[in-house]
């Protein structure tokens, strides 16, 4: 009866340390987050932010003001494209920096940039999740 045990317990810990690997995802897709890092203009401006993977819209919107927002979670299938569009009312952008974070598999991407009225901060593709 111990080894039966033994035998569980073991093949509990290999399994749930494989899904850690990938974050549950099926094969042929990737974890993907994408965090904005808002300022304090977000809902004044507005300022609406859109993402799209594989041209689908899975977010588009304005964001809390002066706060760090999950704006998608969830896996996608690996090689389709990622898009993260923002337009800013005012003009001036989102005047923090970074102003998103983004999780795509393993890589972990910070934006740098999103200045002036509208623009495209980030095009890729959805990584293999390995």
């Known amino acids: 009866m111990r080894i039966f045990?033994?035998?569980i317990l073991t093949l509990?810990?290999?399994?749930s340390t494989n899904l850690k690997l990938n974050a549950g995802c099926?094969?042929?897709e990737s974890y993907i987050e994408i965090h904005v890092n808002?300022?304090?203009?977000?809902?004044?401006?507005?300022?609406?932010i859109t993402i799209t993977i594989?041209?689908?819209v899975e977010y588009m919107g304005s964001p809390p003001n002066s706060a760090t927002t999950l704006l998608v979670e969830g896996c996608f299938v690996e090689g389709v494209t990622i898009?993260?569009?923002?337009?800013?009312?005012?003009?001036?952008?989102?005047?923090?920096?970074?102003?998103?974070?983004i999780q795509n598999?393993?890589?972990f991407v910070p934006v740098?940039?999103?200045?002036?009225?509208?623009?495209?901060?980030?095009?890729?593709?959805?990584t293999t999740d390995s």
Do not use: H, K, Q, R
Not at 12 to 15: A, E, N
Not at 83 to 101: A, K, M, N, Q
Not at 113 to 124: L, M, P, Q, R, W
């Open 54 to 56: 594989d041209g689908n």
């Open 5 to 7: 045990y033994t035998l």
């Open 105 to 107: 598999g393993c890589e």
């Open 38 to 48: 808002g300022d304090a203009w977000m809902t004044s401006d507005p300022t609406v």
């Open 112 to 126: 740098s940039d999103a200045t002036g009225g509208a623009g495209n901060v980030y095009t890729g593709v959805v």
């Open 26 to 28: 099926a094969p042929g």
């Open 83 to 101: 898009s993260v569009d923002y337009t800013d009312g005012f003009g001036d952008g989102i005047l923090v920096s970074p102003p998103f974070y």
């Open 12 to 15: 509990i810990v290999f399994v």
